[in-house]
């Protein structure tokens, strides 16, 4: 038994210091893009939880090795355990997420007229999603987030403008494109961690001495947004309000 716990412990540790190394790499190829293609990081990423799943296997056989004949292990079994589960949980939950996601990753306050990107086009490439809202899109929004409308003010245009403005750089949107005579914004959103990157397009217009304000938020990658576009877009009218 104390043989077997020792090989555990060991062979464990090596295992989910290996996950976490290659789960360095998988961060690196999504923030640095390379390829520029997400699938490839994320099978990276894939292998790497696997292998900190089997050394959590390995690391819980190593403390109950340890509980029972053998307890200098105790705590290498534990450290496994917990380093394994920081890689595991956020993946399993993200992936859960999915699940239970629309598949959508453009959404607009307005879909009869959604507003337009003008310079945010020849910033994307080839390989990102398409901005063409097509009907398959626009009816999994109707379903899901239907609250997500236009936002008036009585502000005027100009004010809200400024305002619109103030609120990105408070949020470290990066201003692509700003036109205030004609009430257009756009901006481009960059998470953290992976670098992945939305869109934003603002679109200003004058409304019986107020302001209409209409705003669209698009993932470059995905097939799903997990619902950050919609939680932009609300936060960002919350901010505005």
């Known amino acids: 038994m104390e043989a077997a716990t020792n090989f555990l412990a060991k ?8 996950a976490l190394s290659i789960t360095v790499v998988a961060v690196l190829m999504f923030r640095f893009k390379l390829p520029p293609e997400y699938q490839t990081p994320l099978l990276v ?25 053998d307890a200098s292990q105790v705590q ?9 589960l920081v890689l595991i949980i956020p993946v399993f939950s993200l992936a859960s997420k999915v699940g239970t996601m629309p598949t959508i990753n453009d959404i607009s306050t307005d879909l009869d007229n959604p507003p337009v990107y003008k310079v945010v086009p020849s910033l994307r490439h080839p390989i990102d999603n398409s901005l063409d809202l097509v009907q398959e899109r626009m009816d999994t929004q ?3 987030y239907g609250d997500i409308k236009p936002l008036k003010l009585a502000a005027s245009p100009d004010q809200v403008f400024d305002k619109a403005l103030s ?3 408070d949020k470290g949107w990066e201003i692509v494109d700003s036109d205030k005579a004609a009430g257009h914004i756009e901006a481009m959103v960059s ?9 934003v397009v603002i679109r200003l217009t004058a409304d019986n001495g107020g302001t209409i304000v209409d705003m669209r ?3 470059r990658t995905g097939r799903s947004d997990l619902g950050v576009n919609s939680q932009r877009i609300r936060e960002f009218f919350a901010a505005l309000n």
């Not at 062979?11 to 290996?18: K, R």
């Open 142 to 144: 109707k379903a899901f």
């Open 45 to 69: 990423l894939l292998v790497a939880t696997l292998l900190a799943a089997l050394a959590a296997a390995m690391g819980a056989l190593a403390l109950l090795g340890s509980l029972i004949s």
């Open 167 to 169: 609120v990105m750089a």
């Open 76 to 84: 290498r079994s534990l450290v496994m355990i917990v380093l394994a």
């Open 217 to 219: 938020s698009a993932s």
């Open 11 to 18: 062979w464990g540790m090596l295992l989910v210091i290996v």
């Open 191 to 199: 998470t953290a961690v992976l670098n992945f990157q939305d869109d």
